[in-house]
Every structure is written in structure tokens, then in C-alpha cells.
T-cell receptor, first 109, second 114 residues
């Protein structure tokens, strides 16, 4: 079966760095996405990785290792507004998104 | 970037009534749209895949006669929740696929059934 695993909840301090991991097992792979979702809102796109390596975009970076079925989202210089759920999703062989359950990130002052 | 709109943003209805939710791609054409449901503190659950001009493909456990999907044009898909009941209360989100891997989400519709 297809499976995406990510931690349920993480807590970090404002100004710090946090890494949210995601491991996956899917039938085929056409890329991995990270989305941010604030409570009561729809997900917003953060990043897309299809090749191995690190993609950096401002305070956010995303890493992919296809051989390990592993990705992480790295958030630097955390701000209170970064408190949200972060969803990992993999595009499978049919280009359908397989979703993780999401990681709720709590930022403390 | 591509913009997807949903209407209405929120709706409250009585049990037994039907509710229609519209999903529009505003500045692009989408041959494929997706409908998701999200209950509080849970992740997105794909309900169905909607392809323009053909019948929607429903995920296992989703009643196609209860959740009617119509994708009559390349910019509009509708989800009708028929004979809604309180357990149908949820956050419904659509997304539109531009190319194989690009999906853009609408802002969501919060449905409350009394």
C-alpha cells in the first residue's frame, strides 16, 4: 500500500530552526510537495522536489532523497505566524497526490 | 500564480437539504479537479477526481449518489451534497491540476448542517 509518515506534532521556539521529516512508500514517484495549512484555511504551496537534494526558498528549505524515500522541510528563523500544520504529499505514478496526516507545528515565544 | 476560487465560503443548512459548492479556476483551464474533505484536526481526504466532460472517479467509501460532481467546463466543477446530514458537516476543499504535478487549492467551503 501507499504510505506517508510524518510526526503528528512538533514544538519549537520563536527564532529557532525546526526540521519536519517525511518518509514515504508509494507506487511510483513524480515529486514530493510540502504545503502549509493554517487552521480553518486551505493548504498553500510551499515547495516541490522531484530530484534529490536541497531546494531553498527564503526561510524555508526542502530536501529529498528518493533512494531513502525521505524528505524534510526546514524552517529557519521561526516566527509566530509559522504556527500551522505542514502537509507532506507525494505525486504517485498516476500523478495523484498521496497525503500525509500533517505535522502540527507549535511555536512558543 | 494560478487562482482557484470556491463559492460559497461557508454555508449553514438544515438537515435533508442539498448544498452545491462551486470550484472555479480563474486564470487557467483545468482538465482535472479534485474534491477533498477535511474534518477538524485531521488531514485532507480525497473524495473524488473530476475530469472535464466525463464522470468523476470516487474514492472508496465515498457515496457517489450523495456527493454529486459535475465538471461541465474546463474552469468549473461543482460538488452537490444531497440530503445533507450533520455528519456531512466538514471543510470541503477543491483543487485544480494545471500540469501533471501542479495543483492549486481553492480557499475551501465550510459546511455546517443543523
Amino acid at each position: 500500500g501507499q504510505n506517508i509518515d510524518q510526526p503528528t506534532e512538533m514544538t519549537a521556539t520563536e527564532g529557532a530552526i525546526v526540521q519536519i521529516n517525511c518518509t514515504y512508500q508509494t507506487s511510483g514517484f513524480n515529486g514530493l510537495f510540502w504545503y502549509q495549512q493554517h487552521a480553518g484555511e486551505a493548504p498553500t504551496f510551499l515547495s516541490y522536489n522531484v530530484l534529490d537534494g536541497l531546494e531553498e526558498k527564503g526561510r524555508f528549505s526542502s530536501f529529498l532523497s528518493r533512494s531513502k524515500g525521505y524528505s524534510y522541510l526546514l524552517l529557519k528563523e521561526l516566527q509566530m505566524k509559522d504556527s500551522a500544520s505542514y502537509l507532506c504529499a507525494v505525486s504517485d505514478s498516476n500523478y495523484q497526490l498521496i497525503w500525509g496526516a500533517g505535522t502540527k507545528l507549535i511555536i512558543k515565544p | 500564480g494560478a487562482v482557484v476560487s470556491q463559492h460559497p465560503s461557508w454555508v449553514i443548512c438544515k438537515s435533508g437539504t442539498s448544498v452545491k459548492i462551486e470550484c472555479r479556476s480563474l486564470d487557467f483551464q483545468a482538465t482535472t479537479m479534485f474534491w477533498y474533505r477535511q474534518f477538524p484536526k485531521q488531514s485532507l481526504m480525497l473524495m473524488a477526481t473530476s475530469n472535464e466532460g466525463s464522470k468523476a472517479t470516487y474514492e472508496q467509501g465515498v457515496e457517489k449518489d450523495k456527493f454529486l460532481i459535475n465538471h461541465a467546463s474546463l474552469t468549473l466543477s461543482t460538488l452537490t451534497v444531497t440530503s445533507a446530514h450533520p455528519e456531512d458537516s466538514s471543510f470541503y476543499i477543491c483543487s485544480a491540476r494545471v500540469r501533471e504535478v501542479e495543483q492549486y487549492f481553492g480557499p475551501g467551503t465550510r459546511l455546517t448542517v443543523l
